[in-house]
């Protein structure tokens, strides 16, 4: 197999594994938020199970996101990674999305001890966040934009 063909071996299963990690990263906090407007305790049961099971299924699809990200960016090369300054801004956005994942672990855990401390409206917010890192980051991937140059 070629480099060129392990790349774009490589390019797919990191779509796949990012649309599988995203439909699962948009969805969670849509479960927050009627965790967080529900005042039904057998409600509040079954959503922290709910909640578990997602983000613990979508993890496996964030990591493979990283590690087949990771493998583009090793065949492209550290040459072509710092003249690449769009894929500098992309890696931030991923890093902050990869926070956003880490942080959902722990409010997966305040709502299982009972101790929310957010609003359904904030919830609605923090799940705009995903979206819009979305859209930036498909919009640098696909333009790749000559930024500073």
Not at 18 to 30: D, N, Q, S, T
Not at 57 to 86: H, R
Request: charged content about 15%; glycine content about 4%.
């Amino acid at each position: 197999m070629t480099d060129f063909q392990l790349l774009q071996w490589f390019k797919a299963l990191h779509l796949i594994f990012m649309v599988a990690w995203f439909a699962g990263i948009f969805y969670l906090p849509r479960l927050f938020v009627y965790h967080a407007e529900s005042t039904e305790p057998a409600v509040h049961n079954q959503l922290v199970i709910m909640e578990r099971r997602l983000l613990y299924f979508i993890t496996p699809f964030a990591i493979l996101t990283f590690v087949f990200g990771f493998a583009m960016l090793y065949l492209y090369g550290l040459e072509w990674l710092k003249v690449s300054i769009w894929m500098h801004i992309k890696l931030v956005l991923v890093t902050v999305l990869a926070l956003y994942h880490v942080y959902c672990f722990q409010l997966l855990k305040q709502f299982k001890e009972g101790q929310n401390r957010y609003s359904g409206k904030w919830y609605r917010w923090f799940n705009e966040m995903p979206v819009f890192i979305l859209f930036a980051v498909i919009i640098l991937a696909v333009i790749k934009p000559s930024i500073g140059s």
